[in-house]
C-alpha cells in the first residue's frame, strides 16, 4: 500500500514535541523550563486537522507548562508528558477501540519514538530526525522540526483525504467578504 493510501485513513495525529513541534531546543534557568518556540503554521495546520475531523494529541517525555499551555490553546484531544514510553500510551488508546493502529499517525524525531513509530499506521519523521527514525518513516517532511514539518504532515494528510481543496476554498470564500463563513470541514463531503 502506497503512503498515500496509508495517509487516507488517519482519525489521529499524535505528536511528540521537543524536535516537532519546536526545533528541540530548551532554554532553562534557574527556575526552570524558561521557553520554547512554537511555529505558527504548525497550530493553524493543527487546527485544520480538526476542524476536519482528524484528533490530535501530544506524547512527550517532558513534563512542561509551556506544553500544557500551547496544548489548550490548540484545543489538542489527548496530552500526555513525562511519558518516558510512549508505546504505552499508544497501547491504550488502542485499548480505549475508538482508533485501530491503521487510524493513527505519530511524528517523532529521535531514537525514544522508534517504538511507537514501528507501531503506527502511518510514521511521520520532521527532516532533521534522526536517521534511524527516517529509515522507518512513511513519510519524511522537507522542513524540519519547530520550522513547519507538522504543518507540512497535515497539509499531506488533508490532501491524500480530499480536504485541503475545501479548506481553501472555505479561505477564498471569507476573501470574497463572505465574513461570517465559519471554517469548518466535513470528511462526508468528499
Known amino acids: 500500500m502506497s503512503y498515500s ?4 485513513k488517519i482519525k489521529l495525529i499524535l505528536l511528540d514535541v521537543d524536535g516537532v513541534m519546536t526545533n528541540g531546543e530548551i532554554i532553562i534557568g534557574q527556575t526552570g523550563e524558561l521557553c520554547k518556540a512554537f511555529n505558527a ?16 494529541g501530544i506524547i512527550t517525555g517532558r513534563e512542561s507548562d509551556i ?4 496544548a489548550q490553546e490548540l484545543s489538542i484531544d ?3 508528558m ?17 482508533y485501530t493502529a491503521d487510524e493513527i499517525a505519530f511524528m ?5 519514538d522508534l517504538p511507537i513509530i514501528k507501531n503506527v499506521g502511518f510514521a511521520i519523521a520532521p527532516a532533521n530526525a534522526a536517521v534511524e527514525i527516517r ?15 507538522v504543518r507540512e504532515a497535515i497539509e499531506h494528510i488533508l490532501k ?24 469548518s470541514f466535513d470528511k462526508t463531503n468528499q
Do not use: F, P, T
Open 82 to 98: 513525562g511519558i518516558k514510553n510512549k508505546l504505552h500510551v499508544l497501547k491504550d488508546i488502542l485499548a480505549q477501540g475508538r
Open 160 to 183: 491524500n483525504q480530499g480536504l485541503w481543496s475545501q479548506i481553501i476554498n472555505e479561505y477564498l470564500k471569507q476573501a470574497q467578504g463572505e465574513e461570517n463563513v465559519a471554517i
Open 41 to 56: 503554521m504548525d497550530g493553524l495546520g493543527i487546527s485544520l486537522a480538526k476542524k476536519s475531523g482528524i484528533q490530535v
Open 67 to 70: 506544553v500544557r499551555h500551547r
Open 78 to 80: 489527548i496530552l500526555h
Open 135 to 149: 529509515e522507518r518513516a512513511h513519510y519524511i517532511c522537507r522542513r524540519s522540526g519547530g520550522n513547519g514539518a
Open 5 to 8: 493510501e496509508l495517509s487516507k
Open 108 to 112: 517523532g524525531d529521535d531514537l525514544n
